[in-house]
């Protein structure tokens, strides 16, 4: 395997740094997102690059600044705008799920809003209010799109399409895939350094590992961690089919149909809460299209907020571990 | 304050007549709006500007084709005043395929070739704002933007955030404060700490206040902050002090008033439009000549109802689309 020391937060600085140069309309703000290149890295040297005009950071006040996003872009503009966390997003509720959301519907389609709300989503140890993932919480909302990696490449390839879009996007960047080497991880699909990233659809849902008695169907980091219990269930003869949602909006139904019909059982694993979410859409979706001949199903996922010693997190947080026993006692049962 | 010569080129009759026209025009709208609610045209929850037209009245003559607005749930005087098609409007506002074809309506106007756009979310509009105004900075404009509220908004945090975050990026934002003394129910003592002319104090920002009753004040005041605000490339905040004829919204019992306060604010020494009509009388203007320009008024604006009346009813087949733009 090659040596490929690049992070995911590097993937996003060169796709950013793509979009920027190739549309003087986008411009991206935040906080921390320009001095200090993002708290993750994922904006590094952009300021540099193109300027304060363009890149920019913001007094803390995500009210304000998605505020400000939202009439950017109806007055012409592509505003990337960053939420540091994804949680934050309660403070600016009203902009994201009103404004943000809905102008473009009320307006009879005479604005229009390319807005990318980028937002670090997922666990990295700090507990209840920095470790939410909240994509069904967004996807609730008609009006916005909703999108969530699971690997490097399509990080790259979904945030292009997520930039030229003419609608607001949700991007939600799982903070382990920022974090991660492209070289250490299970898939490993991240664009050559240097290479243009082309834009990939959204609303197509990728089968990323092939099976035959069970399927999982998850998003974001759990597709990682959903290859590695792939690994171990086929040890135990199991063999496990592993389908990367990719984007909560749209959601690819017709797909989700399509690969529930390849095994007799179908675990959804999913970070976010549970109950009332992603997990119970995909099995909603999947039991109307197939009634009662579509496999048996069950989910992965937690309805705590996340606490914070590590043990406590381990015993609660969707992992390999834990998507393996889940997966035995659905198709052992 | 100084009567702004500059302004007055043409003489102070015709800037009032002018005004007063303007003025007249804007309450025969709402009122003809107050009837489409009583009669059930239009079943939503419905905000009139009767008793504040003063404000838009004279922000009409300051206003450039590229400027932006953005306003509040008592909006509809501002989109006239920043040129929204009235026909379009009104058949928006009576539920018609109008300037959104039906899917925005009273409190959700659209007019992207005024940048014009209101919201029902209180203070939600002062944020919005400040990305138009980012829009024109960018691009290198003389243009400004102007962002409505009313007394009860300025307690609400966005709007604090925007003022700051319009000071700190240099962003050309007019803060306009129609101040009514109520939000809803509750007066402005109940509600909100210190003056409101205060609270441009801590950003260093231009800022002024005065009477709306007045409207060569108004016209002083909001003339000369428009001026500022478009000369310095900074945001500047205006309060005008004015009073709502009706309930917060139709149907409002409105008893929350100290008794006689209402009266006194629609009596002929209070009511900006009767003011602007005896200063015209005293420059010289016969009774017949006021009675024909609000004639005129009266008409255009039963012409324009009767148009927007007219359009077809939404498309039903369009309440499922437009979710999303594009492919």
Redesign the interface.
Same mark, same amino acid.
């Given at each position: 395997m090659t040596t490929d020391t690049r992070t995911g937060s590097h993937l996003v600085a060169s796709v950013l740094r793509q979009e920027l140069a190739r549309d003087p309309s986008v411009?991206l703000f935040g906080e921390d997102v320009a001095r200090l290149g993002g708290v993750f890295g994922a904006t590094r040297q952009l300021r540099r690059e193109f300027g304060d005009? #363009?890149v920019?950071d913001?007094?803390v006040?995500e009210?304000?600044?998605?505020?400000?996003?939202?009439?950017?872009? +109806?007055?012409?503009?592509r505003?990337i705008v960053e939420l540091m966390f994804v949680d934050f997003a309660g403070v600016c509720f009203?902009?994201l799920a009103? +404004?943000l959301a809905?102008?473009?519907?009320?307006?009879?389609? #005479?604005? #229009?809003l390319p807005v990318v709300v980028r937002a670090a989503a997922g666990s990295i140890g700090s507990a209840a209010q920095h470790s939410q993932v909240l994509g069904a919480t967004f996807a609730h909302f008609?009006?916005l799109?909703v999108i969530f990696p699971g690997s490097h490449g399509d990080l790259q390839r979904l945030l292009v399409t997520a930039i030229r879009d003419?609608?607001p996007v949700i991007f939600l960047e799982h903070k382990q895939l920022l974090k991660a080497r492209v070289d250490g991880l299970p898939l490993n699909d991240a664009r050559p350094a240097g290479a243009a990233v082309e834009p990939e659809p959204f609303g197509r849902l990728r089968q990323v590992r092939r099976g035959s008695d069970l399927t999982i169907v998850t998003a974001g980091w759990m597709v990682q961690e959903s290859l590695t219990a792939a690994d171990a269930l086929g040890l135990r003869g199991i063999s496990a089919a592993v389908a990367d949602i990719r984007t909560l909006v749209p959601l690819d139904r017709d797909g989700l149909a399509e690969v529930a019909g390849q095994a007799r059982h179908l675990l959804v694993v999913d970070e976010d809460y549970t109950s009332y979410g992603m997990a119970a859409e995909v099995v909603c979706s999947i039991a109307e299209r197939l009634g009662p001949s579509g496999p048996r199903m069950a989910r992965v996922g937690l309805d705590v907020p996340l606490p914070a010693s590590r043990p406590l997190e381990d015993e609660v947080l969707p992992g390999s571990r834990m998507i393996t026993d889940a997966a035995i006692a659905l198709v052992g049962g | 304050m100084p009567v702004d010569a500059y302004h007055r080129a043409g003489g102070l009759q015709p800037w009032l007549t002018q005004i007063y026209q303007r003025m007249v025009t804007m309450r025969r709208f709402e009122e003809a709006i107050a009837s489409g609610s009583a009669s059930g045209q239009i079943h939503g929850e419905m905000h009139l500007g009767i008793g504040q037209e003063s404000v838009a009245a004279v922000l009409a003559e300051h206003l450039r084709p590229a400027d932006a607005v953005v306003s509040t749930h008592r909006a509809h005087l501002h989109a006239l005043a920043q040129g929204v098609d009235p026909v379009e409007l009104l058949a928006e506002v009576f539920e018609r395929d109008g300037l959104n074809h039906g899917k925005g309506g009273h409190l959700h106007l659209f007019d992207p070739a005024r940048q014009f756009m209101c919201t029902g979310i209180v203070g939600a509009g002062a944020p919005i704002a400040t990305g138009y105004a980012l829009a024109q900075r960018l691009r290198g404009e003389d243009a400004i933007t102007v962002a409505v509220s009313g007394d009860g908004a300025m307690n609400q945090g966005a709007v604090f955030e925007a003022m700051n975050l319009a000071t700190v990026r240099g962003l050309p934002v007019l803060f306009l404060v129609e101040d009514n003394g109520y939000s809803i129910s509750v007066p402005r003592a109940r509600s909100t700490a210190g003056d409101l002319i205060d609270r441009a104090r801590p950003f260093g920002m231009a800022a002024g206040l005065c009477d709306g009753r007045d409207v060569e004040q108004t016209d002083a005041l909001l003339g000369s902050l428009l001026a500022t605000v478009r000369s310095q490339r900074a945001p500047a905040m205006a309060v005008v002090a004015v009073y709502r004829f009706r309930g917060h919204y139709e149907g409002d019992l409105d008893r929350y008033r100290p008794a006689g306060e209402r009266e006194q604010a629609m009596s002929a020494a209070d009511d900006p439009l009767q003011r602007v009509r005896a200063r015209l009388l005293a420059t010289g203007i016969g009774e017949a000549e006021l009675l024909k320009l609000a004639d005129v008024a009266t008409d255009n604006v039963a012409r324009w109802l009767a148009a927007a009346l007219q359009r077809p009813a939404p498309d039903i087949s369009s309440a499922r689309e437009g979710v999303f733009a594009g492919a």
């Open positions: 411009i005009e #363009r920019f913001t007094p006040s009210t304000a600044f998605v505020g400000m996003a939202v009439g950017a872009a +109806q007055a012409g503009l505003p009203d902009q009103n +404004q809905k102008n473009h519907y009320m307006a009879g389609g #005479r604005v #229009r008609p009006g799109k003419d609608n | -």
